[in-house]
């Protein structure tokens, strides 16, 4: 990877180009994409496709400092992968506001001064 979050996207088709990349494939980059950017706060985070050996792939990339598609890549240790990708499964808990129990108020105890028109 190129840094930390590196994800490569290869659709199961040849794609000769990106013009005829999958709905699927760019949805699934920009979910990855929202995961990145939540869990793992780089600076900003890239969606660019290129073409290797005729494949067309999306690479998803996270900015840190100033990496882009063509810096220098390192060998991902096993440990560092399954961090990652622990990091990026794991739910992340929202604030749901539990419903209270709705008092139900009876009419006969509730004391309400006269109304004159």
């Known amino acids: 990877p190129i840094s930390y979050g ?3 996207i290869i659709p199961k088709d040849h794609i000769p180009s990106s ?3 999958p709905n699927e494939a760019q949805l699934l980059a920009d979910e990855i994409f929202k995961k990145i950017k939540l869990k793992l706060k ?3 985070v890239t969606i660019s496709s290129s073409n290797l050996f005729g494949h067309e792939i999306l690479n998803v990339l996270p900015i840190y400092k100033n990496e882009n598609i063509n810096s220098k890549k390192y060998q991902a240790k096993p ?6 990708q622990n990091q990026l499964s794991e739910k992340v808990e929202s604030n749901i506001i539990k419903k209270s129990k709705i008092e139900q108020i009876d009419a006969k105890n ?3 001064p006269k109304r004159i028109p």
């Open 110 to 112: 509730i004391w309400l």
């Open 6 to 8: 590196h994800t490569i």
């Open 19 to 21: 013009d005829k990349m």
């Open 42 to 44: 780089p600076k900003d």
């Open 79 to 84: 440990e560092e992968l399954q961090k990652l």
